[in-house]
């Protein structure tokens, strides 16, 4: 009786996620008469994660076009997935949010000569507070005054770039006053949900979350130029639509796209 | 005493299976051992990260296993011991940290004990000025929070296995409540008390999610051994295997210690 209930209760959670998921959902209607090869299959995306919102809205626009693919992503710091892909995870395309971090993989052999590694947006660093900036934070210099400040780990690129405004600005910070976050995306968590003052990571994430921290530029001279590339990896499965995703985030639309979120013109 | 039933052996498959499955734990942690270079081992452990890092883990998780012990033993005397209605649902939501996943858990304890909006921390910062977050006693509120199911857990069921009589015995000798509880029952519970302590400091001792949602990751301050390992993995993966062999071992001295409290003398 007790396994029986357990089995009906295991059974009712599987189905609400998989209706969440939209798991059997109708197939697409098949495209009759296609002028050109179709493009089709799954490819996995390893993105940035500054990169989160920007790309599932590129996704939805290229799936829109190719009704066909299908685009899963990975999400994490450029390092982490490096890190993952020289250690084998399969996956398709890297975005990372520097170029470093791709020049990783075309010295371990990941990315080759045909791999495409291309500039496809560039960025900048901004500093997110809590809403209505109550310590009255105006520039870089005034996180002097602030109790705790949240930035990535020194191996992320935002970290670095982080570093680098820091250092821009003369500004020393105690290691003690610093929470170190595993990606753009946490560090920024920190100050939205969390108890940080302060954050500094790139201007397109504290876009994104402008309903729970309030933004402060950084101005040019100040500022960094963080630059995107995107690469083919050697062990994709699906080559074709991975070069057509690369295509298409530097195509007109695609950049277009990339600008709606704060990114600038490559 | 249950008479034991003459053991039948059991089929082929069941023993391969049962290979595989030691197998499936075992590869991965002894696979650990070989990137470990054994050589430097020491002087990476005593790295001024590594160091500190290790030195609050040990703190910290100590404390959160005190805090669970006093928190978690009068309730699982209630659970154990006290029949009331919906004692299931208090059980089902203590038990809960167990299979949340500790992000959560830590957002959780943001929502309470943060200082910009939550619930009690709000309180606590603007009028005592104490800020729970970023600090080692967050840090060791969140470990707390995932270790005290695991007490809570061997201890009622330690409670469930004592035979009340012997408490009956000694009130009817004019023991009174205290005294009857340290000489006869905390001794009865023993065993499952030390194996209670045992589980629930291990588990504070890995506890990261909820650590770096809550407490943060400020080198010195909150970085657990945990958070360290993780962030070394791509700045000095050396260090990071060297600390998760720490993490290891002392992981498997705790079973075994176990081993010996549940399976030696006592049966």
Redesign the interface.
């Not at chain 1, 290691?175 to 595993?182: C, D, L, P, Y």
């Not at chain 1, 949900?193 to 940080?196: F, K, L, N, T, Y």
């Not at chain 2, 943060?216 to 970085?223: K, L």
């Given at each position: 009786m007790q396994f029986r209930r357990l089995l009906i209760a295991l059974a009712l959670a599987v189905s609400v996620i998989a209706s969440l998921a939209g798991v059997g959902q109708g197939e697409a209607a098949y495209q009759l008469g296609a002028p050109e090869k179709v493009l089709q299959g799954t490819i996995t995306v390893s993105a940035a994660s500054s990169l989160s919102e920007s790309f599932v809205e590129i996704a939805k626009e290229f799936q829109k076009e190719n009704p066909k693919v299908k685009i899963r992503f990975n999400f994490g710091s450029s390092?982490?997935l490096v890190?993952q892909i020289q250690a084998g995870a399969p996956s398709d395309v890297i975005a990372s949010a520097d170029l470093s971090n791709i020049e990783k993989l075309i010295k371990s052999g990941e990315v080759t000569s045909s791999g495409y590694p291309k500039i496809f947006a560039r960025n900048q660093m901004a500093i997110a507070v809590?809403p209505g900036n109550p310590l009255r934070v105006k520039t870089v210099g005034d996180l002097r005054n602030v109790?705790?400040l949240?930035l990535c780990?020194?191996?992320?690129p935002c970290g670095q770039y982080a570093a680098t405004v820091l250092k821009l600005a003369r500004l020393n910070i105690n290691?003690?006053?610093?929470?170190?976050?595993?990606d753009a995306k946490?560090a920024l968590n920190?100050v939205s949900?969390?108890?940080?003052d302060a954050s500094i990571v790139y201007l397109t994430d504290v876009l994104s979350a402008k309903k729970s921290v309030a933004l402060v530029k950084i101005p040019r001279a100040l500022n960094v130029d963080a630059i995107y590339g995107v690469a083919l990896l050697r062990n994709s499965a699906n080559r074709e639509v991975a070069v057509a995703f690369i295509n298409y985030l530097v195509s007109a639309k695609g950049q277009e796209l990339l600008q709606s979120f704060g990114f600038i013109k490559i | 005493m249950t008479k034991r039933r003459p053991i039948s052996r059991p089929p082929v498959f069941i023993f391969v299976g049962a290979i595989f499955g030691v197998m499936y734990i075992c590869l991965p942690l002894v696979s650990l051992l070989r990137k470990i270079s054994w050589g430097s081992l020491l002087s990476q452990l005593t790295d001024g990260p590594t160091l500190s890092a290790l030195r609050l883990s040990l703190v910290t998780s100590i404390a959160a296993t005190v805090l669970a012990l006093i928190l978690g033993l009068p309730l699982a005397w209630v659970l154990a011991r006290v029949s009331f209605r919906g004692s299931y649902l208090v059980r089902a939501f203590v038990m809960l940290p167990m299979v949340l996943p500790p992000v959560v858990g830590g957002?959780a304890l943001?929502a309470a004990y943060?200082?910009?909006n939550g619930l009690i921390?709000a309180l606590l910062f603007d009028n005592f000025g104490v800020?729970l977050?970023?600090s080692p006693i967050g840090v060791v509120i969140a470990e707390a929070f995932v270790a005290l199911p695991f007490l809570v857990m061997a201890v009622e069921g330690g409670l469930r296995a004592i035979d009340s009589r012997y408490e009956e015995l000694a009130s009817t000798m004019g023991a009174n409540e205290i005294t009857k509880f340290y000489r006869v029952t905390l001794r009865l519970l023993r065993p499952s008390l030390v194996a209670g302590i045992a589980v629930a400091w291990a588990r504070a001792l890995g506890e990261f999610g909820a650590t770096?949602?809550?407490a943060?990751?400020?080198?010195?301050?909150?970085?657990t051994t945990p958070l360290a390992v993780?962030?070394l993995?791509?700045?000095d993966p050396q260090a990071a295997y060297s600390l998760s062999f720490v993490l290891l071992v002392v992981c498997v001295l705790v079973l075994i210690s176990m081993r010996d409290r549940w399976l030696g003398s006592k049966r």
């Open positions: 390092s982490s890190a809590k109790k705790f949240s780990g020194l191996t992320v290691e003690s006053k610093i929470t170190r976050a595993v946490s920190a949900i969390g108890d940080a | 957002v943001l943060g200082k910009s921390g800020q977050t970023f770096i949602t809550f943060g990751n400020i080198q010195g301050r909150t970085q993780y962030l993995l791509e700045s």
